[in-house]
C-alpha cells in the first residue's frame, strides 16, 4: 500500500494534488501529517527526504517527490484511471496545464494562500488579478472544449484538475467572483466527496490549533 506524507490541509496546496488524485481513482493508501510551521517541521521532513520537500510518496522502497512526480508516476502505475488525457495532443495541453500551475501564478500563491477553513477579504495587485483573469480563461477553454464528455477541464477527471483544485479554494476563501461556466466547474470540484472530506479535516486541523 502507498504511504502519502502531507502538510496541513488548511494551508499545503501542494498536497492536496496527489491526495485528491488517489482518492479519484479509489486507490488505497495510507496517510501521515507533518504539521507545517513548527519548530520540529524541517527535521522531520529531512528525516524521511532530503529535498526537504512534502508531499511525499512511499511505495515500498520509493520514494517519490513533488506532487508533479508523484502524479505522474501515478499515472503510470494506473493507466486504466486515464489521469491524463488519452489523446495525445489532448494530453500535451494537460500536462502544459499541470506545469503552468506548478511553476507559475507567483501573485496569486502569494497574495491569496491557501487557508481552506476560513473566508478572508483581503485585497490584491493586478499582478494576482492577472493570474485569476489566466486561470478562468484556462478552465473555460477547456471546459467550453470537452463539456460534452463531462464535467472536468477534459471530460474525465484527470492530473490537470488535482493541480487546479487548491485554486478552488483559494476562490472560495477569496470570495473571487466567476463568470457562470468557470463557477460550475468550481462547484463541481468542491461536490467531489473527496473534496468535501479535505474540508472537513482542514476545519478540524484549525480547531484544534
Known amino acids: 500500500m502507498f504511504k502519502l506524507i502531507i502538510g496541513n490541509k488548511n494551508s499545503s496546496s501542494w498536497s492536496l494534488r496527489p491526495w485528491l488524485a488517489l482518492k479519484m481513482i479509489a486507490e488505497p493508501f495510507e496517510e501521515h501529517t507533518i504539521p ?61 496545464m499541470a506545469a503552468e500551475m506548478h511553476a507559475g501564478f507567483t501573485a496569486l500563491r502569494q497574495q491569496l ?11 490584491h495587485d493586478e499582478s494576482a488579478a492577472a493570474d485569476i483573469a489566466r486561470i478562468v480563461s484556462l478552465w473555460q477553454e477547456h471546459l467550453n472544449r470537452n463539456q460534452a464528455q463531462g464535467p472536468f477541464l477534459f471530460g474525465h477527471f ?18 473571487t467572483t466567476l463568470p457562470p461556466l468557470a463557477q460550475r466547474y468550481a462547484d463541481h470540484m468542491l ?19
Request: hydrophobic residues 50%.
Open 113 to 123: 494562500p491557501m487557508d481552506v477553513a476560513h473566508r478572508r477579504d483581503v485585497a
Open 158 to 175: 484527470t492530473i490537470a484538475d488535482a493541480f487546479y483544485a487548491p485554486v478552488v479554494t483559494r476562490f472560495v476563501t477569496y470570495g
Open 191 to 209: 461536490s467531489l466527496p473527496a473534496m468535501q472530506e479535505w474540508y472537513a479535516a482542514a476545519e478540524i486541523e484549525v480547531g484544534n490549533e
Open 36 to 96: 507545517l510551521g513548527q519548530a520540529e517541521t524541517r527535521a522531520s521532513i529531512l528525516a524521511i527526504n532530503p529535498a526537504g520537500k512534502l508531499p511525499l510518496l512511499i511505495d515500498h522502497t520509493l520514494k517519490v517527490w513533488d506532487s508533479l512526480a508523484i502524479c505522474e508516476y501515478l499515472a503510470d502505475c494506473f493507466p486504466h484511471a486515464r489521469l491524463w488525457p488519452e489523446e495525445a495532443r489532448a494530453r500535451a495541453v494537460a500536462r502544459s
